[in-house]
Structure formats: structure tokens, C-alpha cells
């Protein structure tokens, strides 16, 4: 079965800062991950995903993510934090071959100015 | 890029009516879409999966009966919940997958949302 952790519910970083969201998953076979964002009463946003390739992935407005397999982790970074990056941030993972994307909880990212 | 639309995006409705939300693609094929909940502060729970042309498919504790799901068309999937009570009142997201470029990706694009709220 599939699964995804963030183990922090919300993530206060101060404008400027740099900043992590945690994301481990737990898959069988060939994991592809993915960052979405949601802003308030919203849809999800794709950020960046992980297929293949390049560890190190670059996603929209800044935000990048390594995937590390033998941590299994795929951690959200950006250098500099914006208040307007403050949403709801969820990690998510597809194993391939199969259809169902499992998302994590999500964790509140505050940008404070 | 690869749009999904979805209407209404809110609707308020009395309890015992049903209720229909409009799932569409509108610059790519979605031969899949995939229907969500998503209550306060939670994550996204799938409902069912959406085959063009074929029943959906739908996950361990969702009601069929409840939440029927049509997708007539390449671009277009709707959810109807029958009968509506009050807790059903939620935030319902739908995804679709784009297989002329997705295939290989797995990237679903999401809709907006739509906040029912059943009085």
C-alpha cells in the first residue's frame, strides 16, 4: 500500500528565511511524487513533481524538492520565503503503473513579514 | 497549460434535494477523472475513479448510490449527490489526467472546487 507522512501540521517561517516541508512516503516498486499548494477555498496547485531523473527537481515560483530514496523523502524547500507562499502545502505519491495519487495530510505553511 | 473547470463553485442546497457538479477539461482529453472530499482543515480523500464511457470506480466506504458519477465525454464528468443531508456538506474537488501528455507523467490537474453546504 501506499502512504504519505508530514509530520508537521503547520511550519512558521519568517519572510526572507529559508524553508522545508517534510514529506516521507512509503511505496512498493518505482514511487512518482508531487507537490501541490492550496490556497483558501481553492483547488490544488501542481508545483514540482518527481518521476525520474535529476534528484533535485525545480518547480513553480521557486520552490524545489529532493527526492531521496534511501531516506525516502522528498522534503519542500524554498531559499527565501514569501508571505504570499503562506497555503496549505501537500505532498503527494503515485506508484507506477497504478492510477490513485495518495496524499499526505498537509502542512500549513506561515510566512510571517 | 492543462485547465479543469468545475461548476457550480458554490452551491447551497435544502436537505432531501440533490445536487449536481460539473467536472471539465478544457484544453486536453481526460480519458480518467478522479472525484475528492476534502472536510476542514483535512486532506483530500479520494471518492471514486471516472473512466470515460464506463462505471466509476469507487473507494472502500463511499456510497454509489449517493454519489453517482457519469463521465459521458472525454472532458466532462459530474457528481451528482442524491438526497442530500447536511453532512455531506463538504469542499468536493475533481482531477483529471491528461494522457496525450500525462501518461508518462501521472500529473493530474485539479479543478477550482466546489463548497456544497446542505441546510
Known amino acids: 500500500a501506499q502512504s504519505v507522512a508530514q509530520p508537521e501540521d503547520q511550519v512558521n517561517v519568517a519572510e526572507g528565511n529559508p524553508l522545508t516541508v517534510k514529506c516521507t512516503y512509503s511505496v512498493s516498486g518505482n514511487p512518482y511524487l508531487f507537490w501541490y499548494v492550496q490556497y483558501p477555498n481553492r483547488g490544488l496547485q501542481f508545483l514540482l513533481k518527481y518521476i525520474t531523473g535529476d534528484n533535485l527537481v525545480k518547480g513553480s515560483y521557486g520552490f524545489e524538492a529532493e527526492f531521496n530514496k534511501s531516506q525516502t523523502s522528498f522534503h519542500l524547500k524554498k531559499p527565501s520565503a514569501l508571505v504570499s507562499d503562506s497555503a496549505l502545502y501537500f505532498c503527494?505519491?503515485?506508484?507506477?503503473?497504478?492510477?490513485?495519487?495518495?496524499f499526505g495530510t498537509g502542512t500549513r505553511l506561515l510566512v510571517s513579514p | 497549460g492543462a485547465v479543469v473547470s468545475q461548476h457550480p463553485s458554490w452551491v447551497i442546497c435544502k436537505s432531501g434535494t440533490s445536487v449536481k457538479i460539473e467536472c471539465r477539461s478544457l484544453?486536453?482529453?481526460?480519458?480518467?477523472m478522479f472525484w475528492y472530499r476534502q472536510f476542514p482543515k483535512q486532506s483530500l480523500m479520494l471518492m471514486a475513479t471516472?473512466?470515460?464511457?464506463?462505471?466509476?470506480?469507487?473507494e472502500q466506504g463511499v456510497e454509489k448510490d449517493k454519489f453517482l458519477i457519469n463521465h459521458a465525454s472525454l472532458t466532462l464528468s459530474t457528481l451528482t449527490v442524491t438526497s442530500a443531508h447536511p453532512e455531506d456538506s463538504s469542499f468536493y474537488i475533481c482531477?483529471?489526467?491528461?494522457?496525450?501528455?500525462?501518461?508518462?507523467?501521472?500529473?493530474?490537474?485539479f479543478g477550482p472546487g466546489t463548497r456544497l453546504t446542505v441546510t
Open positions: 484544453d486536453f482529453q481526460a480519458t480518467t
Open positions: 471516472s473512466n470515460e464511457g464506463s462505471k466509476a470506480t469507487y
Open positions: 503527494a505519491v503515485i506508484r507506477a503503473g497504478f492510477q490513485k495519487l495518495v
Open positions: 482531477s483529471a489526467r491528461d494522457y496525450g501528455t500525462g501518461a508518462l507523467s501521472y500529473e493530474q490537474y
